[in-house]
């Protein structure tokens, strides 16, 4: 199964932003509409992984519009904490979207673990999937270190407490083309564009 050129994707997310965001990650020559878009309801992500919840969501909106879909999830794992916070990173930071509160429940785990273990990694899954049936899935990584205090001001969610290896800076002191050069989510679509765009 391949992407075809000039195709309508339909993205599983109700979030008008990334829209533009992942269809140049695909490399532009796609018509993005999004699922919030359709009016497609978003399901429950009740998988226990990163690619069993893109799966789910993609499969979903894909039933659903009766169009090819794409989903993503992705997230930070801590070795310290069995790769908590993991599949429910956006759920640690609660409805009110607050990361600094996650970002704290985060070291304070990590203080009531007793280990000195700082290694963490960001996921990224990314599942396409077809309306009768077929699904692709594929998986980016990138590992760090978690510092405390938090430091700098760019990026969004886990970014001020994650050094990527061979770096000494976090993902929010980096600008976003720095971050992006090579992120879990740059890795995730190089992989899908490899798979199924000729
Ligand atoms: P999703 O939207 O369900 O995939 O949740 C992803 C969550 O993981 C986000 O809300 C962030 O908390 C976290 N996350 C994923 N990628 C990144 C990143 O690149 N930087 C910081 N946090 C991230």
Redo the contacts with the bound molecule.
């Keep these: 199964m391949k992407l075809i050129k000039g195709m309508r994707i339909v993205l599983a997310t109700h979030n008008p932003g990334k829209a533009p965001e992942i269809a140049a990650l695909l490399g532009g020559n796609y018509e993005i509409v999004t699922a919030g878009e359709l009016n497609l309801p978003e399901p429950a992500?009740t998988e226990t992984t990163f690619g069993g919840n893109a799966m789910l969501k993609a499969r979903h909106a894909a039933a659903l519009s009766g169009e090819v879909a794409l989903a993503?999830?992705?997230?930070?794992s801590v070795s310290a904490l069995d790769g908590a916070p993991g599949i429910f990173?956006?759920r640690w930071?609660g409805p009110g979207k607050d990361?600094a509160a996650?970002i704290a429940k985060v070291e304070l785990r990590l203080e009531e673990s007793g280990s000195e273990d700082r290694s963490a990694w960001?996921t990224?899954a990314l599942a396409v999937a077809w309306p009768d049936g077929p699904c692709v899935v594929v998986e980016g990584r990138v590992d760090g270190q978690l510092v405390f205090p938090p430091r700098g001001d760019r990026?969004?969610?886990?970014?001020p407490i994650?050094v990527p290896a061979g770096e000494s800076r976090t993902?929010s002191e980096m600008d976003r083309t720095e971050k992006e050069a090579d992120?879990?989510?740059t890795r995730a679509f190089a992989r899908l564009r490899a798979a199924l765009i000729d």
Aim: glycine fraction near 14%; aromatic fraction near 26%.
């Design positions: 992500e993503d999830d992705s997230g930070l990173s956006a930071a990361f996650a960001f990224s990026g969004f969610g886990y970014d994650f993902y992120s879990h989510r």
